[in-house]
Protein backbone atom coordinates (compact mmCIF):
# COMPACT_ATOMS: atom_id res chain seq x y z
CA UNK A 1 0.00 0.00 0.00
CA UNK A 2 3.06 2.45 0.65
CA UNK A 3 4.57 1.86 -2.05
CA UNK A 4 1.45 1.96 -4.30
CA UNK A 5 1.15 5.34 -2.14
CA UNK A 6 4.78 6.53 -3.15
CA UNK A 7 4.42 5.53 -6.80
CA UNK A 8 1.01 7.36 -7.53
CA UNK A 9 2.80 10.47 -5.61
CA UNK A 10 5.68 10.43 -7.99
CA UNK A 11 3.62 10.05 -10.99
CA UNK A 12 1.69 13.34 -10.05
CA UNK A 13 5.12 14.80 -9.37
CA UNK A 14 6.37 14.02 -13.18
CA UNK A 15 2.77 15.25 -14.05
CA UNK A 16 3.02 18.99 -12.50
CA UNK A 17 6.83 19.18 -13.58
CA UNK A 18 5.68 17.92 -17.30
CA UNK A 19 3.08 20.73 -16.93
CA UNK A 20 5.81 23.20 -15.76
CA UNK A 21 7.69 22.34 -18.91
CA UNK A 22 4.87 22.85 -21.16
CA UNK A 23 3.78 25.78 -19.85
CA UNK A 24 7.72 27.65 -19.75
CA UNK A 25 7.92 26.15 -23.50
CA UNK A 26 4.04 27.23 -24.64
CA UNK A 27 2.61 29.29 -22.34
CA UNK A 28 -0.50 27.70 -20.11
CA UNK A 29 -3.24 28.19 -22.24
CA UNK A 30 -1.71 26.96 -25.36
CA UNK A 31 -0.76 24.08 -23.86
CA UNK A 32 -2.18 20.76 -23.96
CA UNK A 33 -2.82 17.88 -22.29
CA UNK A 34 -0.73 15.96 -25.15
CA UNK A 35 2.08 18.26 -24.43
CA UNK A 36 2.27 17.46 -20.62
CA UNK A 37 2.10 13.92 -20.51
CA UNK A 38 5.00 14.10 -23.56
CA UNK A 39 6.66 16.09 -20.96
CA UNK A 40 6.30 13.81 -18.19
CA UNK A 41 6.39 10.08 -20.01
CA UNK A 42 3.33 8.78 -19.25
CA UNK A 43 0.48 8.44 -21.45
CA UNK A 44 -2.80 10.56 -21.19
CA UNK A 45 -4.71 7.31 -19.55
CA UNK A 46 -2.27 7.98 -16.58
CA UNK A 47 -2.66 11.75 -16.71
CA UNK A 48 -6.76 11.30 -16.28
CA UNK A 49 -6.59 9.03 -13.47
CA UNK A 50 -4.86 11.30 -11.69
CA UNK A 51 -6.21 14.71 -12.81
CA UNK A 52 -9.64 15.74 -14.12
CA UNK A 53 -8.18 18.17 -16.51
CA UNK A 54 -5.16 20.85 -17.11
CA UNK A 55 -6.82 23.49 -14.17
CA UNK A 56 -6.81 20.68 -11.43
CA UNK A 57 -3.56 19.54 -12.96
CA UNK A 58 -1.82 23.21 -12.62
CA UNK A 59 -3.52 23.71 -8.92
CA UNK A 60 -1.98 20.85 -7.79
CA UNK A 61 1.44 21.97 -9.05
CA UNK A 62 0.66 25.46 -8.15
CA UNK A 63 -0.36 24.68 -4.29
CA UNK A 64 2.93 22.35 -3.84
CA UNK A 65 4.84 24.65 -5.22
CA UNK A 66 3.67 27.64 -2.73
CA UNK A 67 3.87 25.00 0.40
CA UNK A 68 7.52 24.39 -0.61
CA UNK A 69 8.32 27.85 -0.67
CA UNK A 70 6.52 28.92 2.40
CA UNK A 71 8.87 25.72 3.77
CA UNK A 72 11.76 27.80 2.72
CA UNK A 73 10.46 30.61 4.27
CA UNK A 74 10.12 29.42 7.79
CA UNK A 75 13.25 27.87 7.85
CA UNK A 76 15.62 30.27 6.59
CA UNK A 77 17.63 31.95 9.74
CA UNK A 78 16.69 31.37 13.40
CA UNK A 79 14.13 33.09 15.76
CA UNK A 80 17.31 34.63 17.99
CA UNK A 81 18.79 36.56 14.97
CA UNK A 82 18.27 40.03 15.42
CA UNK A 83 15.94 40.81 13.40
CA UNK A 84 17.58 43.17 10.55
CA UNK A 85 19.49 39.04 9.98
CA UNK A 86 16.40 37.52 9.92
CA UNK A 87 14.44 39.72 7.30
CA UNK A 88 17.78 39.28 4.73
CA UNK A 89 17.70 35.42 5.57
CA UNK A 90 14.57 34.54 4.76
CA UNK A 91 14.89 36.98 1.77
CA UNK A 92 17.69 35.54 0.11
CA UNK A 93 16.35 31.89 1.18
CA UNK A 94 12.80 32.83 -0.51
CA UNK A 95 14.48 34.78 -3.81
CA UNK A 96 17.29 31.82 -4.40
CA UNK A 97 14.24 28.91 -4.02
CA UNK A 98 12.97 31.07 -6.94
CA UNK A 99 16.38 31.09 -9.02
CA UNK A 100 16.41 27.72 -8.38
CA UNK A 101 13.39 26.88 -10.49
CA UNK A 102 13.47 28.58 -13.75
CA UNK A 103 11.44 26.15 -15.54
CA UNK A 104 8.29 27.29 -13.17
CA UNK A 105 8.12 30.94 -12.16
CA UNK A 106 6.10 31.71 -15.21
CA UNK A 107 3.77 29.04 -14.25
CA UNK A 108 3.35 30.06 -10.57
CA UNK A 109 3.85 34.07 -10.70
CA UNK A 110 1.98 34.79 -14.28
CA UNK A 111 0.11 31.72 -16.20
CA UNK A 112 -1.56 30.61 -13.02
CA UNK A 113 -3.64 34.05 -12.73
CA UNK A 114 -4.95 33.65 -16.18
CA UNK A 115 -6.16 29.98 -15.64
CA UNK A 116 -9.59 30.55 -14.62
CA UNK A 117 -11.86 30.61 -11.48
CA UNK A 118 -10.89 28.13 -9.31
CA UNK A 119 -7.32 28.65 -10.11
CA UNK A 120 -7.49 32.03 -9.19
CA UNK A 121 -9.21 31.21 -5.97
CA UNK A 122 -6.52 28.76 -5.01
CA UNK A 123 -4.00 31.57 -5.84
CA UNK A 124 -5.75 34.12 -3.20
CA UNK A 125 -5.83 31.26 -0.70
CA UNK A 126 -2.49 31.03 -1.07
CA UNK A 127 -1.49 34.67 -1.12
CA UNK A 128 -3.29 34.64 2.59
CA UNK A 129 -1.23 31.42 3.43
CA UNK A 130 2.38 33.22 2.85
CA UNK A 131 0.87 36.35 4.59
CA UNK A 132 -0.03 34.29 7.32
CA UNK A 133 3.75 32.92 6.97
CA UNK A 134 5.23 36.19 7.46
CA UNK A 135 3.07 36.71 10.88
CA UNK A 136 4.26 33.62 12.20
CA UNK A 137 7.99 34.73 11.65
CA UNK A 138 7.28 38.05 12.56
CA UNK A 139 6.06 36.70 16.09
CA UNK A 140 8.48 34.27 16.52
CA UNK A 141 11.26 36.62 16.59
CA UNK A 142 9.60 39.20 18.98
CA UNK A 143 11.17 37.66 21.96
CA UNK A 144 14.58 38.23 20.73
CA UNK A 145 13.43 41.67 19.20
CA UNK A 146 10.96 43.35 21.01
CA UNK A 147 11.20 46.63 19.55
CA UNK A 148 9.50 44.86 16.55
CA UNK A 149 5.96 45.27 16.75
CA UNK A 150 3.40 42.46 15.32
CA UNK A 151 3.00 42.56 12.25
CA UNK A 152 -0.63 42.95 11.10
CA UNK A 153 -2.76 40.96 8.83
CA UNK A 154 -3.39 44.19 6.54
CA UNK A 155 0.24 44.20 6.38
CA UNK A 156 1.02 41.27 5.38
CA UNK A 157 -1.45 40.94 2.98
CA UNK A 158 -0.20 44.39 1.66
CA UNK A 159 3.55 42.71 1.94
CA UNK A 160 2.80 39.89 -0.11
CA UNK A 161 0.80 41.71 -2.67
CA UNK A 162 4.06 44.49 -2.53
CA UNK A 163 6.24 41.52 -3.50
CA UNK A 164 4.67 39.83 -5.94
CA UNK A 165 4.36 43.00 -8.19
CA UNK A 166 8.55 43.19 -7.97
CA UNK A 167 8.50 39.56 -9.21
CA UNK A 168 6.12 39.56 -11.75
CA UNK A 169 8.21 42.48 -13.06
CA UNK A 170 11.39 40.35 -13.70
CA UNK A 171 9.17 37.52 -15.47
CA UNK A 172 7.05 39.96 -17.47
CA UNK A 173 7.72 43.66 -16.90
CA UNK A 174 4.57 44.66 -18.84
CA UNK A 175 1.24 42.42 -17.96
CA UNK A 176 -0.26 41.51 -21.49
CA UNK A 177 2.79 41.62 -22.79
CA UNK A 178 5.44 39.16 -24.02
CA UNK A 179 9.13 40.83 -22.82
CA UNK A 180 10.30 37.93 -21.62
CA UNK A 181 9.45 34.55 -23.78
CA UNK A 182 8.01 31.40 -22.06
CA UNK A 183 11.10 29.51 -20.90
CA UNK A 184 13.50 32.72 -20.42
CA UNK A 185 15.51 32.48 -17.08
CA UNK A 186 14.29 34.67 -14.62
CA UNK A 187 17.06 36.20 -11.96
CA UNK A 188 15.16 37.44 -8.64
CA UNK A 189 18.56 37.86 -6.78
CA UNK A 190 19.70 41.35 -8.09
CA UNK A 191 15.82 42.64 -6.29
CA UNK A 192 17.48 41.01 -2.54
CA UNK A 193 18.25 45.03 -1.48
CA UNK A 194 14.89 46.20 -2.35
CA UNK A 195 12.77 43.66 -0.72
CA UNK A 196 14.86 44.00 1.84
CA UNK A 197 14.15 47.77 2.16
CA UNK A 198 10.49 47.03 1.71
CA UNK A 199 9.83 44.51 4.62
CA UNK A 200 12.21 46.79 6.98
CA UNK A 201 10.06 49.84 6.34
CA UNK A 202 6.59 48.00 7.25
CA UNK A 203 8.74 46.27 10.61
CA UNK A 204 9.42 49.93 11.77
CA UNK A 205 6.63 51.86 10.82
CA UNK A 206 4.98 53.73 13.49
CA UNK A 207 1.75 55.50 13.47
Known amino acids: MATSSRASAEVRLSLAQGLAAAVAEKGYAASTIADIVAHARVSKRTFYEHFADKEECLMAFYADACTSLMTVLRAAGTPDQPWRERVRAVVAAYLSALDALPAVNRTLLVEVQAAGARAY ?15 EIVAEGRPANPQIPPLSPALAVALVGGLNELLLQVVDPYAGTTVVEPGADAAFAPLTESIVHLVSAVLTYRP
Open 121 to 135: RLRQEMQRRFAGTLI
